[in-house]
C-alpha cells in the first residue's frame, strides 16, 4: 500500500486517495479497505493529510522506507545512456568541462537540478609549474594540475629579477615539487628547497616561496566548487509553482554556500540519498540530494542531482551511479 501511494504521488503530484489506488494498482481490496490501511500507515508517520484533502501525501520518512526497502533499481536506458556519453564527452578532457557538462545533461535526463563538486585541488598533483614575469614586481605563476587543471595566482616580489634568474627558479621549482600534492609541497617545500643553488636574485625569490607557501601553494578558496546545471528544471516543478518557494529555489542556487556545504561532506561516500528532513540544514528540508562520488587517482568528487523530495528515485538513482563512473572513466 505505501508503495501505491508513494508512486501515485511521485507520478501525479497530487494526494492519493483511496479510489484512484485501487483503481490503479488492482490491489483486489475495496476503497473502504484501502481508506483504513491509508489511516493505519498515516497513524504510524508514514502519511499525511494536506489541509482538508481526502487524499494523502507521503511523508520524508515513507520515501525513506521506500529507498531502502521497496523499491526496484531502473538502470539507464539505453537511449539514456548513449545521450550522456554523447554529451559529456566534448572536445576538452578538461575535468571542470567534464563536471560542468555532466551536471548539465544528468539535470535535463532527470528533470531535477543537476549539481556536481569539482575535485578538490588540494589532493590534485603539481604536473608542471609556470612563471611568467608581467611587471617589476610581479610575477605569474601557473599551476598545471592532473587531468587538465590550470590555475593562476599572482606573486609579489620586491624587485625586478631577470628572465634568466627567473626561468632558473622555475627550473628548480619543477625539478622539486613535480609529482606532488599542493598539500604536499606546503608541508615540505621549506626542506625541498633548503639546498637549492640558483642566481642570487634567484635564490631571494625562493625564499618567498617559502616564505609565503601556505598563501601561493593554497588553493582552498576554490575547493569544493559548486556546478550547477540549469535550475530551470525544478522550475517547471509544480512544487516550485508559487512564488515564495521560487524565490527560495533561486537562494539556494545563487548563493551556492549552503549546497556548497551539503556536498562536501560527500566525497568519500559513495551513494547518498538524503530526504527532506534528514538534510542537517533546514532551509534543505523540502529537497532530497541523490549524489554520488567519484574518485581517480588524486580526484575526488560528487555527482548527482537535487529536487523536490516527489522525485522518481528508482530511475533517478541508476542515472547518478552511471554517470558518476562515467566521470571515473573520462577521468582515468
Known amino acids: 500500500m505505501l508503495e501505491a501511494v508513494v508512486q501515485t504521488y511521485i507520478e501525479t503530484a497530487e494526494p492519493a486517495g483511496s479510489q484512484t489506488i485501487a483503481r490503479r494498482f488492482g490491489l483486489g481490496l475495496s476503497p473502504a479497505t484501502i481508506r483504513n490501511t491509508m489511516s493505519e500507515l498515516e497513524e504510524k508517520g508514514y502519511l499525511f ?3 482538508t484533502s481526502a487524499g494523502r501525501i507521503p511523508t520524508d520518512r515513507a520515501y525513506r522506507v521506500y529507498v531502502n526497502q521497496i523499491m526496484r ?13 554523447a554529451e559529456v564527452v566534448g572536445s576538452r578532457n578538461a575535468v571542470e568541462e567534464i563536471m560542468r557538462r555532466a551536471a548539465q ?6 528533470q531535477e537540478l543537476g549539481v556536481a563538486v569539482a575535485p578538490a585541488l588540494d589532493e ?7 612563471l611568467v614575469p608581467v611587471s617589476s614586481e610581479r610575477l605569474l605563476l ?13 606573486v609579489e616580489i620586491p624587485s625586478r629579477i631577470g628572465e634568466g634568474a627567473v626561468a632558473e627558479v622555475a627550473r628548480i621549482l619543477n625539478e622539486r615539487l613535480d609529482g606532488l600534492t599542493l598539500q604536499e609541497i606546503r608541508g615540505s617545500i621549506t ?4 639546498d637549492a643553488g640558483g642566481p642570487v636574485n634567484g635564490r631571494e625569490l625562493l625564499n618567498i616561496f617559502i616564505a609565503e607557501r601556505e598563501g601561493l601553494f593554497d588553493l582552498s578558496d576554490e575547493q569544493n566548487a559548486v556546478v550547477l546545471g540549469s535550475a530551470q528544471m525544478l522550475a517547471d516543478q509544480p512544487e516550485f509553482a508559487s512564488n515564495s518557494r521560487m524565490r527560495e529555489l533561486l537562494r539556494l542556487t545563487e548563493g551556492r554556500d549552503l549546497l556548497k556545504e551539503a556536498l562536501a561532506s560527500r566525497r568519500r561516500v559513495g551513494l547518498s540519498v538524503t530526504i527532506g528532513g534528514e538534510n542537517p540544514d533546514t532551509r534543505l528540508s523540502d529537497f532530497t540530494l541523490v549524489t554520488s562520488s567519484y574518485e581517480v587517482g588524486d580526484l575526488k568528487g560528487v555527482i548527482g542531482v537535487m529536487g523536490p523530495t516527489r522525485m522518481p528515485y528508482d530511475k533517478i538513482i541508476g542515472l547518478v551511479e552511471h554517470t558518476s563512473r562515467l566521470v571515473e572513466g573520462l577521468l582515468e
Request: cysteine-free; proline content about 7%.
Open 124 to 130: 590534485m598533483v603539481l604536473e608542471r609549474l609556470e
Open 73 to 85: 533499481m531502473a538502470p539507464p536506458s539505453h537511449e539514456a545512456q548513449h545521450t550522456l556519453r
Open 49 to 51: 493529510h494536506p489541509h
Open 105 to 110: 545533461v544528468l539535470g535535463v535526463l532527470t
Open 191 to 194: 626542506e625541498r628547497l633548503r
Open 142 to 154: 601557473v599551476f598545471n594540475l592532473r587531468s587538465g587543471v590550470v590555475r593562476t595566482i599572482f
